[in-house]
């Protein structure tokens, strides 16, 4: 995801707090938090797939 789009994320965010949101800026907030949710999915399950559990012996799994 882009700093670009994160910044688009916090102002939105932001607005929402402070004035509200119209329906189309609702809209877009939703996909970019589902858009940003997704790509942090996918970075914690490639980062699990790395881990490699090591018993006391030394010998990995």
Do not use: H
């Not at 102002?11 to 329906?23: C, I, Q, R, V």
């Not at 938090?33 to 090591?54: H, P, T």
């Amino acid at each position: 995801m882009t700093d670009k789009k994160i910044a688009r994320i916090n102002y939105l965010a932001k607005k929402s707090k402070t004035e509200g949101l119209t329906d189309a800026e609702k809209a877009e907030q939703t996909a970019l938090r589902n858009e940003y949710r997704a790509e942090f999915r996918r970075s914690l399950e490639a980062q699990l797939e790395r881990i490699e559990f090591v018993d006391k012996g030394g010998s990995g799994s």
